[in-house]
Structure formats: C-alpha cells, structure tokens
C-alpha cells in the first residue's frame, strides 16, 4: 500500500526509540519481576534495533532510600542481566537527587552501564545544578528527565533551565500526567531543542495520546522517544514501543523491528501480572493534570468528605499555581467539607 504522502512522518535519521518497559512498567507490577522473565524479556530486547534500553526500579536507583518497596531484582543483578543479554545496546537507569548517591550511580557505571537519567521538576534543576555536574563526572551519558514538565508554564521553563550543562546527553520533555495534547507536545519539545541537541520526549496515556504525542516529539524535534512494551507503565502506562515502531515501519522503514516487538508485547502481556488501576482516576488526572502518585490520597479524601475525586482534583489545582502536593489535596478536602457544612 502506498501511503499518502502527508500520512509519512518524516522522522530525522538519527531517530531513536528508548525501552523502558523494565523501569516504567515496574510499577505496574509493584516493582516484582522474575529473575527469568528479566532475562527472557532483555534477550529479546537485545534482538531488535531499539538502541536504548532503560532499567532497574521505576522511581530510580536506591529508591528504597525513600521508603518505597525495593525492587525484586538488586540494582547489581539488573546491571549481570543486561551486560549479559544486550549486547552493545546502550542501557541505564534512573536516579533523584533526593536519594540516589552519586556513588551508587558510578558504581553501576563500573558495572557496564551507559547512562543515567536524572529526574526532577524544572523547578528543582538549579538547586540540583551541583548534583547534576557531579553525575556527569561519575557517568559518561547523562540525561536530565524534567518530570511533570506540563506543570511549568513554557515561557517559565526554559529561564529554569539556565547553567544546565550543554554536554549532557540530552533532556527530556516529560508527560508525566498523560495530559498534553500534540500542539503543546510541539511547543515544549520545540522549544527545548533550540537549547539542546539532544531533546527526548516520555509520554502516559491517560487520554490515549501517548503514541500520537511521541510520534509528534520526534516530528518536532526530539531525537528520542520512549515506549514500553504493550504500553505497560505507571498508571495509565506509556507509550507503546511496538506500535511507535509499527507507525514508524509504516509511514517510513521498518527500522526498530516492530515484528520482534511485537511479539515481545505479547510476551508481556501474557507475564506480567499488572496490579489493577482505576481507569476513572487516570482519566481525571489527564485531564485535570494530576500525577498518578496523588490518586490513592484523592480517592481517600474524596471519599472522607463524600466529594466527586474530579472535583477534589480541580479545587487542589486551584490552589496553586504549579502542581498540586498533597498539602493542597488536604486543603482543598477541608475547604470542601466546610463549604458542604455551610
Ligand atoms: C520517576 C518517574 O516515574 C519518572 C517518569 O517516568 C515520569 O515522570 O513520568
């Protein structure tokens, strides 16, 4: 079939897609894998063309530091399944500032991995200047992950971004809410690739736009997109790898092996048994601009003050300019019993 011509995606050469089945889609499994199906699934990661390969705990390194489950799997095993079953694919993990030692991160470096991806709120990047500096020198790749990047107007963003060093790796435009649609896809990713030469782009599917906004990223500049296999993520999940790779082999050539993903995504949806999530929350999240995060705190306040969680989520976001935390879900709970009891 001959595809119109406005149907093609004209993706730069350089194009990438990034797995992070393993990191994203750990939380979907209440970070619980099997030695085996690890090493099945990198194996057969390591067969296709897919250059970047993210894994170990979705929050990132060391993040039992915080209080959260640890992951199944040691940090130490992750880095003997991948130098094992990847071949010469680049692969990394994730680290916050707010407990991962930089220590810890060279330390999987001298382990065989790549890279790393720093992740904060724009927000944060200059307190973390120091930090990020110090990970450059610990780690050859390092990407700086702007998380819940929607929550930074576009024109407050980029001055927040100011002394972040330009030989990173890249940075990352992130949907961490599932809640952009393409035209601001266009607009962030745009932006931030006049700055950087390297921009990447993560996207949740709350309203089902995560394949839509990736393709359009990697139209609008960024040079990475990721995916996860059957779109097994956090919340609402990702983007999916093999259908990113199935538009791309359709409107271009096949050119990450999307029968091979495929067939991988079948794989996982056959192994990994997905904790169940509530879809009504992940569709108000989208649309109102709330991290998955905050749902299990929405759903017990809003049902202490008998309160529709949608309504719960909007009167938090109005109390702020930014995203709302916690102490605003709490705020706004209070507000809305007070003006129930009025
Ligand atoms: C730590 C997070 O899960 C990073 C991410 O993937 C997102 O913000 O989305």
């Known amino acids: ?45 390591g067969e296709t063309s897919v250059p970047l390969v993210e894994i170990g705990h979705g929050l990132g390194l060391e993040a039992e530091r915080a209080g959260v489950r640890a992951c199944s799997i040691a940090d130490e095993r992750w880095c003997e399944i991948a130098g094992s079953t990847l071949g010469d694919k680049q692969w990394g993990m994730f680290a916050q500032p707010s407990f991962t030692r930089v220590s810890s991160i060279a330390a999987m470096c001298d382990r065989g991995m790549s890279f790393v991806r720093v992740g904060m709120e724009a927000e944060k990047v200059a307190d973390n200047l120091g930090y990020l500096d110090e990970v450059a020198d610990a780690c050859p790749r390092v990407y700086l992950n702007l998380m819940k990047t929607s929550d930074t107007a576009l024109d407050r963003l980029l001055p927040m971004l100011e002394g972040v060093r330009d030989d990173l790796a890249g940075v990352y435009v992130v949907d961490s809410h599932g809640t952009m649609l393409p035209a601001d896809v266009r607009a962030y990713v745009s932006a931030v690739a006049r700055h950087f030469a390297t921009v990447g782009f993560h996207g949740h599917n709350n309203l089902g736009m995560a394949n839509v906004n990736s393709i359009t990223a990697l139209q609008s500049g960024a040079l990475i997109a990721d995916g996860t296999l059957n779109g097994i993520g956090r919340g609402a999940g990702n983007a999916e790898l093999e259908s990113l790779a199935g538009i791309i082999a359709k409107t271009d050539r096949d050119r990450f092996g999307y029968r091979q993903l495929a067939r991988l995504a079948e794989f996982c949806r056959a192994n990994m048994r997905v904790v169940p999530e509530d879809r009504t929350m992940q569709v108000f999240g989208g649309v109102i601009g709330i991290h998955s995060g905050y749902f299990p705190l929405v759903s017990e306040l809003s049902e202490k003050t008998a309160t529709d969680p949608a309504v719960l989520m909007e009167t938090a976001a109005g109390l702020t300019d930014h995203s709302p935390t916690k102490d605003h879900f709490h705020r706004a709970a209070a507000l809305l019993a007070h003006r129930a009891a009025a």
């Open 1 to 45: 079939m001959t595809l119109a011509s406005r149907d093609r995606t004209d993706l730069p050469e350089g194009a990438m897609l990034l797995d992070c089945t393993i990191r994203d889609g750990s939380y979907a499994v209440d970070f619980q894998f099997e030695d085996d199906f690890a090493v099945e699934l990198l194996a057969g990661l």
